[in-house]
Every structure is written in C-alpha cells, then in structure tokens.
C-alpha cells in the first residue's frame, strides 16, 4: 500500500509550489529510488494539462563521466542539460541516491571545469528565476542513504521528512500559506534597512543590505521552506565566520571551515577536512570568492543537522551564508558558477542587529 504522504507532498509540489497550468513544460528531474513520489507528481502535472518529460539520474554514470571524461568534453553543454533552465516554464527536482558519498574519489579540478562550463546555464536559472518566467522546485526522497547521513532508521527519517514537509498534515496548503504570511511581517520590517551585525561566539560580520530585498522562501522553490534570505551588496561584508556544521557538495564534506571577509571577498579559507576542495572551488571563477547570500532559517520542525543542505540551511536557530552567485531577484549583482550554502548555529548567545535595532536574538527573530 502506497503512503498517503506521498501523494499529499506530490500535490502539494504540483499545485502550491510550481502552479502547474495547462499548456506547461514540465521536466521531471529524478532517481529510480524515488519512484513512488516520481509517479506521483507526474500524475498531478499530467491531470494539471502539462506536458511533461522525465529526465532520470543514476549515481554510477555521474562517476564514470568524471572517471573517463576528457577536458573537451567536460565543457560540453548538451542540450538536454540546457532544456530545463533556458526553455522549460517548469522543473521538478527529486533528489534521492544510494551512497550520498560516491563522488568523493572523483578529481575535483574536473568538477572544478565542469562547475566553471556550467555558468551559463547557471545565469539563464537565476535570470528566468528571477522573473518567474521559469518556477522550479527542489526536493529530497526520503531513503536509506540520506536516513544514515542523519543517523536516522529509515522509518524515522521518513516521519522527520514528512514532518517538515507539512506532508503528514491534513491541508499542507494552508499550512505553508500560514507560514508565508507569518514570514512576510519579518521580509517588511526589513524594507529599506541598511546595516546588518550579526554576532555570536562563531560569527562576528557586519555586512550592507541597502537596496536589497528579502526573500519570503517558503516551498515554493524548496520543499520544506521556511527561511528568509537575501543578497548583501557584494564588497559589504566583513568580519569572519567559524561554520558549525559541515558543507557537502557533489558528495565532498568539508569540515571546520573558518573564512575571513574582506570588503565582501574571502581573504582566508581554512578548512579541518578537505581544505583543498575548498579552495578550488573558491577559485575557480572570480565570483566564487564574493558573498552571494545571507540566509535565516525559520524551521524548527527541522530539529537535527543531517547533512541535507536542503533541510540543514531551514533549521530554526541558524544562520547560512553562501559565497557565489547572488540573487537578482533580491538585488544581487554577483555572477559565478558557484552557489555553496554554508551553516553556522546561532542558538546561544548571539544577536542580529539591523540599523542598531534588535532583530534576532538566540535562535528567534524578535520583531
């Protein structure tokens, strides 16, 4: 018997998050493990009056191209790989995977190339973002290797997915549009304000969101939402940050990161674990390096850190920062093939200050 969950976060995906229409192209991204929510979300897109493709993903094929590639070839854009973010009104991403490690061993300086060949295809989904002109959602298929990352039986980790995902609720809808409105009050206060200090005993930064806007995240563009973040002015920020948790991307972990900002760029990067993927990625566009956004998370249904940046950068009572490309629709001027999201608890003895006035305070937003 199918879980009724997953229906509900299929319909909830469909019709709240990416508003299918009829006439839409929809481009399924997906994971053969995730098939249940798979079949489900193509059921609700094709009774909405789209049409619809399926682009399925294996975690093998990911690693004999990074195996065997060559330079030419790791710079070829196909056109399928462009479809979704230049042509498509709608993508859909489920995420799901067997070994959330088997990119480790891959040669980063090849997913360096590839990352810096992809920048194109990355502007065209922030500008068609940006204008609505393309909607988008991403999510995580609850199974077995995200279930270990957390530490979780698998059982668990489903009802902490479906949990935070208002999946297990009656009326999801209703439930995230309660959240929209509720965030919406903190994104008005904020209209306007210039100077941000953010303090605690791992962050100590002030930084500049003058003529910038807040973004009301709520699952829209993520399921689950529940976070409002922005774009600072690109050469505002200064200050340092020691990241709490660690930052995973394409299947490396990069562990204890400490940067220092100057004028908006990282001077110094330091890392326990992984220092040198670190600094490749840092470097391999001159956006890289530049502050691209400053995260809340507002989600305290979300409780643990489970190495899901999905869900790890919505915890209630942290922060995130993410170097490499901002956001247009929040003002964001900075270009890069690179956006990594990178997450610092704030729970204790810390404080949000904007234009001198009290906003945050201890893992709550105070106004």
Not at 47 to 76: F, H, P
Request: negative net charge; proline residues 4%.
């Amino acid at each position: 018997m199918s879980d009724p969950r997953v229906t509900k976060l299929a319909k909830t995906l469909v019709e709240y998050s990416v508003k299918v229409k009829p006439g839409d192209w929809v481009i399924l991204f997906s994971h053969p493990i995730a098939e249940s929510l798979t079949r489900e979300v193509y059921r609700y897109a094709i009774r909405a009056g789209a049409y619809v493709d399926i682009l399925m993903g294996l975690e093998s094929t990911g690693q004999i191209y990074y195996e065997e590639a060559n330079e030419d070839q790791l710079k070829w854009i196909s056109p399928f790989a462009r479809a979704p973010f230049e042509e498509a009104d709608v993508f859909i991403d489920i995420e799901a995977t067997e070994n959330t490690r088997s990119m480790t061993g891959v040669d980063s300086k090849k997913q360096q190339i590839r990352s810096a060949a992809r920048k194109g295809i990355m502007d065209s989904y922030f500008k068609r973002s940006a204008t609505g002109e393309l909607r988008w959602n991403l999510t995580y298929f609850p199974c077995q290797a995200y279930a270990q990352d957390a530490d979780m039986s698998l059982s668990d980790y489903e009802d902490f997915v479906y949990k935070a995902t208002f999946a297990d609720q009656e009326d999801p809808v209703k439930l995230w549009n309660d959240v929209e409105a509720n965030q919406a009050r903190w994104v008005d206060w904020l209209k306007g304000k210039k100077k941000v200090e953010l303090r605690s005993p791992h962050i100590d930064v002030t930084l500049s969101i003058d003529g910038r806007t807040f973004n009301n995240s709520v699952a829209r563009h993520n399921m689950p939402g529940s976070e409002i973040f922005t774009s600072p002015v690109e050469d505002s920020l200064n200050g340092w940050v020691d990241f709490s948790y660690p930052a995973i991307r394409l299947g490396r972990e990069v562990d204890g990161i400490h940067l220092e900002f100057k004028n908006g760029r990282v001077e110094k990067a330091t890392a326990r674990k992984n220092e040198d993927y670190l600094l490749k990625m840092l470097d391999q566009d001159p956006g890289a390096r530049v502050i691209g956004e400053l995260g809340i998370g507002t989600n305290y249904a979300i409780d643990r850190f489970t190495k899901t940046i999905l869900y790890d950068e919505k915890i209630g009572g942290t922060i995130h920062l993410a170097v490499g490309a901002g956001f247009p629709e929040c003002g964001g001027k900075n270009e890069s093939a690179l956006h990594w999201d990178m997450i610092c608890d704030v729970h204790k003895a810390s404080e949000i200050r904007v234009d001198g006035e009290l906003f945050y305070k201890d893992g709550r937003i105070q106004v």
